[in-house]
Structure formats: structure tokens, C-alpha cells
């Protein structure tokens, strides 16, 4: 079973960046697609991005569209969320998530990680 290590939060300004990283214990990574979700402060958990095993396919949510991007290093076991032009909206805990299908829905990843909060101050 794989295992997920979120880092790479911490607060930054309104148009700053940040890259979250998402690393993975287990042999067994390319077999999972990797999504990562957020969920502020009394709000429920929502979609950021996902990419199939080998990166070739990708998805984001329209509120991140062209200014965050998902990217994976199997060799390193580790997929990437860069973020940049961020807005005080964008402040929660980010969740990096493994399942089988490349999906946008929380409920279809099966291992989550712990989480990583990002804080943007306007």
C-alpha cells in the first residue's frame, strides 16, 4: 500500500508561489493517478488537479486553470502541485490522494495523505 507525504506549505503573499510536493512510499506508484484536493475553513473539500500514471494526462479545476500545474516524477516518487499568482482563495489545507481512476471526485482516492496548510495574505 502506498503512503503520502505532503510538504512544501507555509504562508505566502497575495501573487506569491509555492510547489507542494507529494511524495510516495511503496513500489507500486505508477499503478496509482494522483489528485490534489483543498478544503478551507468551513467549506467542503474540492478539486484542484490530477495526473494519470505516467503524466501524459491532466486535469484542473477552472479556479486554478493557468495559474497551477500538476506534474509527477516516478523515479522520485513524488508528484508536484506548482502554484503561482496566488490569491487569499486559495488558503487551505492542500491533500494529495492516490486511487485508481483519474478522477475528480474525492471519493474515487482510496490513500490520502495528511495534508500541507498554505496560507496567502492579502
Known amino acids: 500500500q502506498v503512503q503520502l507525504v505532503e510538504a512544501g506549505g507555509g504562508l505566502v503573499q497575495t501573487g506569491g508561489s509555492l510547489r507542494l510536493s507529494c511524495a510516495a512510499s511503496?513500489?507500486?506508484?505508477?499503478?496509482?493517478?494522483v489528485g490534489w484536493f483543498r478544503q478551507a475553513p468551513g467549506k467542503e473539500r474540492e478539486f484542484v488537479a490530477a495526473?494519470?500514471?505516467?503524466?501524459?494526462?491532466?486535469s484542473d479545476a477552472d479556479s486554478v486553470k493557468g495559474r497551477f500545474a500538476i506534474s509527477r516524477d516516478n523515479a522520485k516518487n513524488t508528484v508536484y502541485l506548482q502554484m503561482n499568482s496566488l490569491k487569499p482563495e486559495d488558503t487551505a489545507v492542500y491533500y494529495c490522494?492516490?486511487?485508481?481512476?483519474?478522477?475528480?471526485?474525492?471519493?474515487?482516492?482510496?490513500?490520502w495523505g495528511q495534508g500541507t496548510q498554505v496560507t496567502v495574505s492579502s
Open positions: 490522494a492516490a486511487g485508481p481512476p483519474l478522477s475528480n471526485r474525492d471519493q474515487d482516492y482510496n490513500i
Open positions: 511503496g513500489r507500486t506508484f505508477t499503478t496509482y493517478r
Open positions: 495526473i494519470s500514471r505516467y503524466g501524459v494526462t491532466r
